[in-house]
Nanobody, 116 residues
């Protein structure tokens, strides 16, 4: 059973920062996985925030470019999302995804609320 657990969400004021973490339990080869952060705001579809390939190539949604940084530490089976200069539009549930040749797992999500 592979478990994907996000943490680090919370409530902050606009302009503040948060760091999300995603811990993946054993059962897959973490270093061979592509990883991503997605978010879903109320009444909206889930959207990609950022992703990072197994070789470390990163990609960001235009809305977060320059404010968010995705990173991973394979030795810790952990993915991170550093979020700076948060805006009210960033309010959403943030989900972690881990995918590979034959696996695709999602976490339960962590709430991020940004007040203006």
């Amino acid at each position: 059973q592979v478990e994907v657990a996000e943490s680090g969400g919370g409530s902050v004021q606009a302009g503040g920062s948060l760091r999300l973490s995603c811990l993946v339990s054993s059962g897959i080869t973490f270093s061979a996985s592509g990883m991503g952060w997605y978010r879903q705001a109320p009444g909206k579809q889930r959207e990609l925030v950022a992703n990072i390939t197994r070789s470390g190539i990163v990609n960001y949604a235009e809305a977060v470019q320059g404010r968010f940084t995705i990173s991973r530490i394979n030795a810790k089976n952990t993915l991170y999302l550093q979020m700076n200069s948060l805006k009210s539009d960033d309010t959403a549930v943030y989900y972690c995804n881990v995918a590979g040749a034959w696996w695709d797992y999602w976490g339960q999500g962590t709430q991020v609320t940004v007040s203006s």
